[in-house]
């Protein structure tokens, strides 16, 4: 469709001139000399050209009229009175350009184009925004047991505060879906959401990362950087993984979760964010807490509002709809001729333990239906990892004859460094451990300075 501009102007010659300019650009246009008709007509625009002087109602109060109707229509001011202050108060009124007349169609042209274009993306964000904040609604979280009905619940009666919220649960149980849901069912949907993995971040690059630096702070800092928390104002920082945090940073997050305040890296200026922090851990923090790797005063600062995400072979009657969700995502998404899946193979994953939770039914489902030849997915087309685990040692001879309990956790321990090349974060993930409680044994054991510092 064409786009149809309203063109406000009180001279007839002038009014004229621009009508035709416009209908040879291939625009459909509406024009007329008083602002009380204009506001008739505004409602079908698609742009509003209008001069600042006119007969009755101003150019000014015509803006805001238009804009308390529809706020979205780009507006283009013309006068022949162009002062500084004109022009401020025009786009303080709404409007999206200026022109000082007497201006060259041309130069008209250029700036209706821009305004279009700029309306156009405008519309564009607008849309991706909904369509983001769409696919984290509940109805696309799928969970039709008590136990993710809990969760939904406690999500939709927190999400419109600002209370810190602790999610706990197993790798691939959905705790970024959640923490997203939280953020765009809030007053913050609008406002940042930055994720931040902790796991990720080395720990001697944590702090700048984090808090951010100024130029000089140290070899390499050739410019200023922001950190994480700074990106994330008026909107939310998810911190994924918080067990791995060190202890030295620990006390900072205390900080900004107290004070709302922090210094970057290099700077004695302390800076003030307006942040909702929401957290993330398949560790359990309370052993953490007994270890003396993790500080008391931050776990509770951060477990204001628990949510515990069960894992799938808790809620194994969320697998039907799961399987059924993937199965239309997945094979839109691939292309693939995959319209359905069959009873059979909805029993088969039923029967399965899913070590990886969601995540890996979720894998499972489209290597199967990668790889499926038909329309429908069978119980043969199913494709699980059935890789072989390490055998269980029988309980009457779980140790290793003549090998006392501590002398096989340190062979443990020194063969999980060994298979990571010395890197603590690897070796910790390999023994399902945070980082920080793997440095407690180390160090319990006296084999930190045998590990070395690899991170």
């Known amino acids: 469709m064409k786009t149809r501009i309203l063109v406000v102007e009180d001279e007839e010659k002038l009014r004229r001139v621009l009508e035709l300019q416009l209908r040879s650009a291939d625009f459909e246009v509406d024009q007329t000399g008083l602002a009380e008709e204009a506001l008739k007509l505004a409602d079908r625009a698609g742009l509003v050209l209008t001069d600042l002087r006119l007969p009755g109602m101003s150019g000014l109060e015509l803006i805001s009229a238009i804009r308390r109707q529809n706020s979205r229509t780009p507006i283009v001011v013309m006068t022949a009175f162009g002062t500084v202050e004109t022009a401020v108060e025009a786009m303080k009124a709404g409007a999206a350009d200026f022109l000082l007349k007497p201006f060259s169609l041309d130069h008209l042209m250029t700036v209706i184009r821009k305004a279009l274009e700029m309306r156009a993306l405008q519309d564009e964000n607008l849309s991706l925004r909904q369509e983001l904040g769409r696919r984290y609604e509940f109805d696309n979280i799928v969970g039709h047991s008590p136990p993710m009905q809990e969760v939904f619940a406690t999500v939709e009666r927190v999400a419109p505060t600002r209370a810190t919220v602790l999610l706990a649960g197993e790798s691939g149980v959905g705790k970024d879906l959640i923490a997203r ?14 994720k931040i993995n902790c796991t990720a971040i080395p720990e001697n690059l944590m702090e700048s990362e984090l808090f951010g630096y100024e130029k000089g702070a140290f070899t390499g800092a050739n410019t200023t950087k922001p950190g994480k928390f ?22 900072k997050l205390l900080r900004v979760l107290q004070e709302r305040e922090f210094e970057r890296l290099g700077s004695n200026k302390t800076r003030h964010i307006d942040v909702r922090i929401v957290a993330a851990t398949n560790q359990d923090l309370r052993a953490a807490l007994e270890q003396g790797t993790f500080r008391e005063d931050l776990y509770y600062r951060l477990n204001v509002v628990p949510i515990n995400i069960p894992p799938l072979r808790e809620r194994r009657e969320d697998i039907p709809f799961l399987a059924e969700h993937f199965v239309a995502k997945l094979a839109r998404a691939s292309g693939s001729r995959v319209e359905s899946i069959s009873d059979a193979a909805v029993e088969r994953l039923m029967g399965y333990h899913w070590p990886g939770n969601v995540r890996e039914l979720e894998n499972v489902i489209e290597r199967s239906i990668v790889l499926c030849p038909a329309t429908h997915l069978e119980a043969a087309d199913i494709r699980l990892d059935t890789s072989p685990r390490a055998p269980r040692l029988a309980a009457d001879n779980f140790l290793p004859d003549g090998v006392t309990l501590d002398e096989y956790e340190q062979a443990i321990l020194r063969e999980a460094l060994r298979r990571a090349d010395g890197n603590k974060s690897q070796a910790a993930r390999l023994l399902g451990l945070t980082r920080n409680a793997l440095r407690y044994r180390l160090s319990q054991m006296g084999l930190d300075k045998e590990a070395g510092g690899g991170e």
């Open 181 to 194: 849901a939280i953020h765009y069912h809030s007053p913050r949907s609008d406002r940042p959401f930055v």
């Open 230 to 251: 700074e990106q994330a104002d008026t909107g939310t920082a998810f911190l994924d993984e918080i067990g791995d945090v060190p202890a030295s940073i620990q006390v």
